[in-house]
């Protein structure tokens, strides 16, 4: 794993031994004195592959309780990467302390339902990621067989690129593929199932796996990152659902519509950054973020 030396990362208060490995758009990675990896979600947002200058509020600890309650509902299907170390107390809350993998390059993208990227894929060829689907579809459809469509991943500020899995098998192997895609499907069909039982939609998600290089996990296929977070998933009501048109989102959605409102007054094809959220925007968004969290878990966030 190659060390950023970029200064500009946040420390969090954490002690001098914890060294900096990489940050990405939201979490911030640290090595442990015993040679962990510690993962601290931060209360960072981005959209349109920007970072934006405004934090949300307990975004951090939302997306960390959320994955933790995730991992050990799918700890029978697929091992994770959390360990039961004491996360240092500077970031209680929104880190967990993690074994190191060998992550493999590949977003494991699982669709249900059509919509964003996959939407516009669709629009352009009838398919996605090289999965041919019927023709009619609209926004929002449901897709008669739920598909697996990889990606690869893409540096900040750039588009993750849908894949097919042929591509997928080049780039990591026969064996490896087919299991990406099989633990990603039956993941996911155990996901759905229970938030729908919730009043959900699980429209789709995405996942990364790595495979262990030590212990007792060593050689095998491991869930890492994030799992199933409204910034991973698109999450709809269920109630509310109907194809043909934008769904409203347990996520960021309304952070995207400001940006894209006149009241904004930002053009995403500028190149210009985007501006500062106004505070009304910044509420909206935290306490959907809650929402999904108390809806997901039947638990309450405090």
């Known amino acids: 794993m190659t060390v950023d030396t970029d200064q500009n990362f946040p420390r969090y208060g954490l002690p001098a031994e914890y060294e900096h490995v ?53 700890s029978d299907i697929v091992p994770h990467h959390v360990t ?13 302390i993690c074994i190191e993998l060998d992550m493999l390059p590949v977003e494991c993208v699982v669709r249900g339902y059509l919509a964003g990227s996959g939407l516009a894929e669709y629009r352009e060829k009838s398919s996605i990621s090289g999965v041919n689907l019927p023709p009619g579809l609209k926004n929002g459809s449901h897709l008669p067989k739920t598909i697996f ?20 098998v080049v780039m990591i192997g026969q064996e490896e593929a087919q299991e990406l895609r099989r633990l990603s499907l039956e993941i996911y069909e155990r996901a759905e199932l229970l938030v729908w039982e919730r009043g959900l939609i699980l429209a789709d998600t995405k996942f990364e796996f790595g495979i262990a290089t030590s212990g007792k996990l060593a050689g095998k296929i491991v869930l890492a990152d994030e799992v199933l977070t409204p910034d991973s998933s698109r999450y709809w009501p269920a109630d509310t659902w109907e194809a043909g048109g934008s769904q409203p989102s347990f996520d960021k959605q309304f952070v995207r519509d400001w940006l894209t409102s006149p009241e904004s007054g930002w053009d995403k094809d500028s190149g210009e950054p985007p501006p500062a959220l106004p505070d009304e925007i ?20 405090s």
């Open 282 to 301: 910044v509420e909206k968004t935290r306490a959907k973020y809650i929402e999904a969290y108390e809806t997901v878990t039947g638990k309450k966030f």
């Open 149 to 168: 469509t990889p990606a690869t991943k893409a540096a900040i500020g750039e588009h993750d690129e849908n894949i097919t899995f042929d591509e997928t």
């Open 84 to 96: 039961n170390a004491a996360v240092p107390p500077e970031v209680k809350g929104r880190a967990m």
């Open 22 to 74: 990489y940050s990405g758009k939201v979490r911030d990675l640290f090595r442990t004195p015993e040679g962990r990896l510690l993962f601290v979600a931060s209360d960072r947002i981005s959209a349109f592959d920007y970072i934006l200058p405004t934090e949300i509020p307990d975004k951090g600890r939302i997306l960390t309780s959320l994955s933790l309650w995730w991992f050990d509902k799918l």
